[in-house]
């Protein structure tokens, strides 16, 4: 943990994305809804450079049965629509992380996101939701990638916990470098140095480190435009988005 007075580089990522009005960042609890299966297949895909979507395989979320084939991929890219933050031991319906894993990923932390909203579904409550996902990393249940690799965050928004703890739609298109158990001091990463260069954040325990590097101004522009239509068409699917 940082000592308190020092921002984090998830901190200072808040000074730089844009994000929706107070009135959507309110707590949101209520029983997941199901994302139209078309809207959710392209804000999954939207994680991925466009010459890259046709060949990725994406899992759309069952209420019933969790995460199923919506398009079969022939390139080893596996992409979704993230609904459950488990590390953050609280369960809530308004998570929308689109996530692109390339091979080494899809094997291993993929795995680890369909196996924590099947065992949401199932009923686990978040508290027991986080201890069984931690337990099964200590117990190398779950693996780390066997190489260098890499998820995509391309999309042009995202809703997801925002360095004050609050959830939020913000933008901020970027890609994760897989880091299991990589510290700053190993990178040479300081709390307070410029986002143009990479960070480091962990989701839940070590074994998901990640290295982050985040698009330019001009790139994140570009890929707004880009995908204007989508995003038109997630404001009118739900208010946070």
Known sequence: MKPPGIPTPLA?????IVWSPAARSQAAHAAIEQMPAALETRFALSAVPPVMRGAATVYRLDLK?????????TSGVACLV?????????VRDDIYVPRCFDAAGARTYLQV????EALRIQGMNADALKAEIMMRYERKRYKTPDRAGLSYMLSPLMRTRAP?????????????FYAPNVTENDIGAA?????????????GVNEQTFIIQLMGDAERAAIEAAERELLNDLCAYRDVL
């Open 12 to 16: 200072l990522l808040a000074l730089l």
């Open 65 to 73: 049965h969790g995460y199923v084939i919506a398009q079969q991929g």
């Open 82 to 90: 993230q609904r459950n933050e488990w590390e953050a031991a609280d």
């Open 113 to 116: 996101l369909i196996d924590a």
């Open 164 to 176: 004050d703890g609050q959830v939020r739609t913000m933008s901020g298109p970027h890609v994760m």
């Open 191 to 203: 709390a307070a140095a410029s986002l143009k260069y990479p960070f480091l954040t962990t989701e």
